[in-house]
């Protein structure tokens, strides 16, 4: 069960990046609008690659992913060309590209520019953050770039890393009552009620297991749960994550 481009949607929030913003709200893939920034395809043609299976295009929006989150997180354009040519050599990157990139990005999300550098400055005046989950963070580190850049990444990661271990502990007490309900004649020993269970969290998604009889019983609680509201709001509207629930015999199926 994972977390649809989760941190993402917090620095949409956190940011009132308006660009984000709209696109979530019209249903869209960011990552999708992000690769129509930077490479000058459009996003119906991103979108349609993606369906088709096609590598060049899927390429891309994995490509635009990784610059943005990069860039959302104080990454620099030299370091980010070196990242590119060791996950995707194809490409064939250079730091003139990562340069080129990086200002359509500072042009393009002014918002997201804004609160980095408001960031900034708190750091410089409180080194102690408060995450709207109450999440206490002190940054001990002499202040400079490496510190801002931890700075960036603590608040949408961290929330969403709050948000699934804040989801397992529900997850798990009304599976525990669903078998209750259903394994009462079939099945009564510790072992068995084992066999379905949150295993581990994995930053923002959780992976677990269930008999197959029980899984549509599974989907419709974990679902609800990773879709709780986090204590962020833009415009009246309280953020959520919406959840990708994919089941397999085997973690290669549930890829």
């Known amino acids: 069960a994972d977390g649809m481009q989760a941190e993402d949607r917090v620095v949409a929030f956190l940011s009132r990046e308006p660009v984000l ?20 395809v459009t996003y119906a043609e991103i979108v349609a690659g993606r369906k088709a299976g096609d590598k060049n295009t899927i390429l891309l929006r994995e490509t635009a992913k990784r610059i943005r ?9 030299r370091r980010m060309t070196e990242v590119i040519n060791v996950e995707t050599p194809e490409l064939d ?8 990139a990086f200002a359509k990005l500072e042009s393009g999300l ?17 080194r102690v953050w408060y995450s709207p989950f109450g999440r206490r963070r002190k940054f001990t580190g002499r202040i400079g770039h490496e510190t801002d850049k931890e700075f960036f990444a603590n608040a949408p990661q961290g929330m ?7 989801c397992i502990a529900p997850i798990e007490q009304r599976l525990n009552n669903l078998y ?69 015999k085997n973690w290669q199926e549930c890829g």
């Open 93 to 100: 990157w250079n730091n003139e590209k990562s340069f080129a």
């Open 69 to 77: 989150h990069g860039w959302n997180y104080g990454m620099g354009p």
């Open 21 to 40: 913003l709209n696109a979530y709200e019209r249903g869209m893939d960011t990552h999708s609008v992000m690769a129509e920034l930077l490479f000058g």
């Open 160 to 166: 969403v890393g709050d948000h699934i271990n804040r």
């Open 180 to 248: 209750d309900n259903l394994a009462v004649m079939k099945y009564d020993t510790t072992e068995d009620r084992q066999l379905g269970m949150p295993l581990l969290q994995i930053h923002d998604a959780i992976a677990g297991q269930c008999r197959p009889e029980w899984l549509e019983n599974v989907k419709e609680i974990v679902v609800e749960e990773m879709q709780t509201p986090l204590p962020l709001w833009h415009n009246g509207k309280q953020l959520v994550i919406p959840c990708d629930f994919k089941s397999g």
């Open 110 to 126: 002014p918002k997201v520019v804004e609160w980095r550098e408001n960031g900034r400055k708190y750091l410089r005046t409180d």
